[in-house]
């Protein structure tokens, strides 16, 4: 059987889609589907069953998946160790959102460069963004805010983000005791808003999981990146949601003030995620290994 058809076979498992799978494969659509028509024509068996939306494997499929994958991802290991080995190429190719991967991931990877890693960082826009980048093998390995769904990604809890309420004192000195958990709506609309996106990403969330209610004010100062929202909330511009990693030093400064204190404070979960079968790469395998063991002082 032709390694070849396989290789192409498995990442289509993975990818649950023929377009998915030729970005990946460097192919074009009609070559990836005409290797998966040929190997059918060699089991005499249907592989996948095709859908409006990509394909689902049938039950030779996933046995077939379940038996070539492993010995595949071995071969891919061989390859990729030897080409390290010739080459001294160890690049690990980073992606994450830029206020934790800047704040938290790139510092914790810092003592592998002295092991020979050498790192590139790039931030996209998005999770979604993040993973197609990740399918098309722009990254190796990306930190992200929401667990990928698909057998072509795998991802690992990193660690926990806490949100926290904050404002300039001069702002949390105008609240009377209590206002915040009583009507924390109308807070919303007497306070300016500091936020990423009009959408109010973190305030939104904020507001369902300790008022179970919806934020009622448009933002006042929009800044897509969360150290000019800190930075702005500090110079006194209104309030804003920031994970409490990022604002904890303006906190102990006194430069920020938690306008409120919940008993079940919101949190957002990282995970680390990379296609599947790569953490048999060596100087990712580590580098996976070595975040999660520094995510538990985080």
């Known amino acids: 059987m032709d390694l070849a058809l396989l290789r192409t076979f498995v990442t289509v498992h993975r990818a ?54 492993p ?29 934790f991967t800047s704040a938290r991931v790139l510092p914790a990877l810092t003592p592998l460069i002295a092991q020979g890693l050498t ?3 790039s931030f996209p826009g998005d999770a979604e963004e993040t993973f197609d980048g990740l399918a098309a093998g722009h990254h190796d390995l990306a930190v992200a805010a929401a667990r990928p769904r698909g ?20 702002w949390a000195a105008r609240l009377p005791p209590g206002t915040l ?16 996106h009009e959408s109010l990403p973190f305030v939104s969330r904020y507001w369902a999981a300790v008022f179970e209610s919806k934020p009622a004010a448009a933002a006042t100062v929009i ?50 995620v990379v296609r599947t079968g790569t953490l048999a790469l060596p100087q990712l395998a580590r580098a996976h290994e070595w975040l999660l063991r520094a995510a538990e002082d985080w």
Do not use: K, N
């Not at 920031?242 to 949190?267: M, T």
């Open 16 to 69: 649950g889609s023929f377009t998915r799978a030729a970005a990946l494969l460097g192919l074009s659509q009609p070559a990836v589907t005409s290797q998966i028509r040929t190997l059918e024509r060699q089991l005499g068996r249907p592989l996948f069953l095709r859908q409006a939306r990509g394909v689902t494997p049938t039950t030779i499929g996933d046995e077939l998946a379940q038996r070539a994958a």
């Open 119 to 121: 790192l590139r960082a």
């Open 223 to 272: 800044a897509p990146d969360l150290r000019a929202v800190l930075e702005t909330t500090a110079a006194g511009a209104g309030l804003a949601v920031l994970p409490r990693y990022l604002c904890e030093e303006a906190l102990g400064g006194g430069r920020l003030v938690a306008l409120l204190d919940p008993p079940v404070p919101p949190l957002r979960t990282y995970f680390l």
């Open 181 to 196: 958990l009583r009507r924390g709506a109308v807070v919303l609309e007497q306070l300016p808003v500091v936020e990423v």
């Open 71 to 99: 010995h595949l991802d071995a071969l891919v290991e061989i390859a990729e160790t030897g080409l390290e080995e010739q080459s001294g190429l160890r690049t690990l190719h980073l992606a994450g959102p830029p206020e």
């Open 151 to 170: 057998g072509l990604f795998a991802a690992t809890p990193l660690c926990d983000e806490e949100h926290v309420l904050v404002a300039a004192p001069r």
